[in-house]
Nanobody
Framework: EVQLQASGGGLAQAGGSLTLSCETS????????IGWFRQVPGKEREGIAC???????KEYADSVKGRFTISSDNIRTVFLQMNKLKPEDTAVYYC??????????????????????WGQGTQVTVSS
């Protein structure tokens, strides 16, 4: 059974940092695409970072490029390092997985509908 569990959210000040973790089980981490998404009430879920073993790439939304970094321990855990946080980064953050070759294409938008399995969200609140 594929399972993902996101953690590490909390309260941070603008300009600060947080690291989110996504613990995975039930699949081989290096044979899937992994994505991080966020959502605020009333808005669509936004893909902000992904990593693909098929293409060997990492992609970021313009809104987080240069501030957020996706990485993994190549075993079970995927991380999202978030630096230089802004109040507009406040959202519920989710991790998700897609089959290898899907969901994380070079220079393309990270689309939530290509991701099959989702973890529960973790709240990130950035104060000004």
């Amino acid at each position: 059974e594929v399972q993902l569990q996101a953690s590490g959210g909390g309260l941070a000040q603008a300009g600060g940092s947080l690291t989110l973790s996504c613990e995975t089980s039930g699949f081989i981490l290096d044979d899937y695409s992994i994505g991080w998404f966020r959502q605020v009430p009333g808005k669509e879920r936004e893909g902000i970072a992904c990593a693909s073993t098929r293409y060997g790439n990492k992609e970021y939304a313009d809104s987080v490029k240069g501030r957020f970094t996706i990485s993994s321990d190549n075993i079970r855990t995927v991380f999202l390092q978030m630096n230089k946080l802004k109040p507009e980064d406040t959202a519920v953050y989710y991790c998700a997985t897609a089959d290898a070759g899907y969901g994380c294409y070079p220079s393309r938008t990270i689309a939530p509908n290509e991701y099959e399995y989702w973890g529960q969200g973790t709240q990130v609140t950035v104060s000004s």
